[in-house]
């Protein structure tokens, strides 16, 4: 019930200060008055519709065993239908429902058993936003809703166990926002469970393994010329009510840097450090990345090639402190969408730590509306595994590599699509004769 009453609370305060502050248009600099007739022409309503169709086929993804059966094989089909009613430039209430159904060839009914079901029709967002308070640069946005920073280092998903059916956050962001820089102070509550809003159809779905809270801030300043550079402080709670996962608060602070050099060459670098404890352990972790992309300023050949690599740290299980890093809320594939699930055998589905990575790419734009992007990781164990009573890990410290070979084309605004195929080729962290690993994904989806 006091998640119900968090939720109302917001939308409600959101609302008195948007009735408090009526009144001259902070974007146009009209009166109210001129603003409601300006509106008046233009409906302030709004909808759209979203569908995503993927078939996904994935080979020993868990035990990199082909003599145990673990495929998976199946047919995703997301529908999302949103509205948003904005009277004014700088006010607006928006709502989108989601429904993803699935289809399983392998194994026949699904892991839980679910065989082919129409599933849970859920509320992916739903909040009041006010761009501004009293004509100043300050504004908020209340409810449910995405929040993502940088590249999804630190903030991307707030409930990865659903898989990509939703990103959504409940929280209070507040902003100012001065031209070319910004500043946001947001307010977090991501139950396990989908308790705040109503569920159609309610499958009793995990989003996450444990209740999390937090706040965070986050600083970005584009006064520079052809920088960017992004500051944050963000902390979070795991608090599991079924008592199987320690009880964690993590303080991570970082900066981010991005931007253009001799005009031929983009770059980007993020750095983070954590500290706070895990159960009765103290905590203390960092992680990073770094990249570089040359664009051949002439388009006389239609190539990029990047390079770059990441490094999140990982337990010592020699020491008393606990090292591993924490992905905070970056739950999600942002390295790929195949090594998520050989993740499961340690800390979890996409849960990013003891990692260290170097890539290179080339992407080949062969049509304007269609291009090939092909991307190889060297990936390695900073410490040896935690787990090295299960059978799917060895001795050493090498990963493997991973290839990704995407095409993806967008034929209209409206419709687009993609083919990926990735493969995991296990080096000596996996036991002695563990196979080969395949993703492949096909995908169409409309927009209007």
């Known amino acids: 019930m006091s998640r119900y009453l968090l939720m109302i609370l917001f939308i409600l305060v959101a609302v008195s200060i948007g009735a408090a502050y009526a009144g001259e248009s902070p974007v146009t600099g009209l009166s109210q008055a001129e603003t409601d007739t300006m509106a008046a022409e233009a409906s302030p309503w709004d909808w759209g519709f979203r569908f995503r169709l993927r078939e996904t086929y994935i080979v020993d993804p868990f035990d990199l065993n082909s003599d145990h059966f673990d495929d998976r094989h199946l047919f995703r089909f997301r529908t999302q239908v949103w509205g948003s009613y904005t009277p004014n430039d700088w006010w607006k209430v928006h709502a989108m429902l989601n429904n993803e159904h699935r289809r399983w060839l392998k194994p026949e009914d699904g892991p839980r058993g679910d065989g082919f079901t129409w599933n849970e029709v859920i509320f992916e967002s739903l909040y009041i936003e006010g761009k501004t308070i009293n004509y100043t640069p300050y504004g908020f946005k209340a409810g449910r809703q995405n929040i993502f920073y940088g590249e999804g280092l630190i903030c991307w998903d707030g409930g990865p166990l659903d898989g990509s059916r939703t990103a959504y956050f409940n929280a209070l962001l507040l902003q100012g926002d001065w031209g070319r820089r910004r500043l946001d102070l947001h307010f977090i509550s991501n139950p396990e469970k989908d308790d ?3 569920v159609i159809n309610d499958q ?5 393994e444990w209740d999390e809270t937090g706040a965070g801030l986050y600083y970005t300043d584009e006064s520079f010329a052809g920088k960017k550079l992004e500051m944050y402080y963000f902390y979070k709670n795991e608090n599991d009510p079924d ?5 964690s608060d993590i303080h991570t ?4 840097a991005t931007g253009r050099a001799w005009d031929t060459f983009d770059f980007g670098i993020e750095w983070a450090s954590q500290i706070g404890d895990r159960g009765d352990a103290n905590r203390i972790g960092w992680g990073g ?6 664009n051949d300023p002439k388009d006389i050949l239609p190539l990029d090639f990047g390079f770059g690599g990441f490094a999140l740290s990982g337990d010592d299980s020699a020491t008393t402190d606990y090292e591993g890093w924490n992905p905070v809320y970056s739950r999600w594939p942002k390295w790929s969408e195949l090594y998520i699930y050989t993740l499961v055998n340690e800390r979890g589905v996409a849960y990013w730590e003891n990692i260290a990575s170097s890539w290179l790419n080339v992407a080949w734009t062969t049509h304007p509306r269609v291009q ?3 991307k190889v990781y060297w990936m390695w164990a900073l410490e040896e595994t935690p787990f090295p009573e299960r059978e799917v890990f060895g001795e050493g410290k090498f ?6 070979l995407k095409l993806k084309w967008n034929w209209t605004e409206y419709l687009s699509g993609h083919l990926l195929w990735e493969a995991l080729m296990p080096g000596d962290y996996y036991a002695d004769g563990s196979d080969y690993s395949h993703f492949l994904r096909a995908e169409l989806y409309f927009r209007y």
């Open 196 to 198: 705040y809003l109503p």
């Open 399 to 404: 990963r493997g590599n991973i290839s990704a």
């Open 253 to 256: 602070v970082g900066a981010r």
């Open 289 to 294: 990345y770094l990249w570089g992309k040359y």
């Open 372 to 374: 090939v992007d092909w």
């Open 204 to 208: 009793d779905r995990y989003l996450i």
């Open 243 to 247: 008592g199987i996962f320690p009880e």
